[in-house]
């Protein structure tokens, strides 16, 4: 019933910023007491949370992307954003979009967290120079 699907982010160049949706569907975003995350992963490397917003429209970021990230939303369209700037080849990554029943902590994460009880399908995303 809950199905979170991320945006395809388009052509990304070094330097520009990195726009992702996460359309949501059998939940209301704005529904206590979810938070609506951000979760990147690299190929050998730990996923990382990049922040969430709350279900009243709180943001809370992991501060290694507090300077450079913002999170969104769009309660009538159901659906949250995040906007990553100055973006580099380094942020290549998998990127999804996450629901969780109260406030995410782990800076790194798994898909197997129990922080998180539902998750997008993941999106690619490739800086080029």
Same mark, same amino acid.
């Given at each position: ?26 939940? /209301?975003?704005? &529904? ?6 951000? @979760? ?12 969430? @917003? ?6 809370? *970021? /992991? ?5 450079? &990230?913002? @999170? ?5 369209? /159901? ?12 942020? &290549?990554?998998?990127? *999804? ?33």
């Amino acid at each position: 019933q809950v199905q979170l699907q991320e945006s395809d982010p388009g052509l990304v160049l070094s330097s520009k910023t990195l726009s992702l949706s996460c359309a949501v569907s059998g939940v /209301n975003i704005t &529904t206590h007491p979810l938070y609506w995350s951000w @979760i990147r992963q690299s190929p050998g490397k730990d996923m990382e949370w990049i922040g969430c @917003i709350s279900y009243g429209g709180v943001t809370y *970021f /992991n501060p290694s992307f507090k300077s450079r &990230t913002a @999170i969104s939303r769009d309660t009538s369209k /159901n659906q949250f954003s995040l906007q990553l700037s100055s973006v580099t080849p380094e942020d &290549t990554a998998e990127y *999804f979009c996450a629901r969780s029943p109260g406030r995410p902590i782990m800076l790194k994460t798994t898909r197997q967290s129990y922080e998180y009880d539902y998750w997008g399908q993941g999106t690619q995303v490739t800086v080029s120079s």
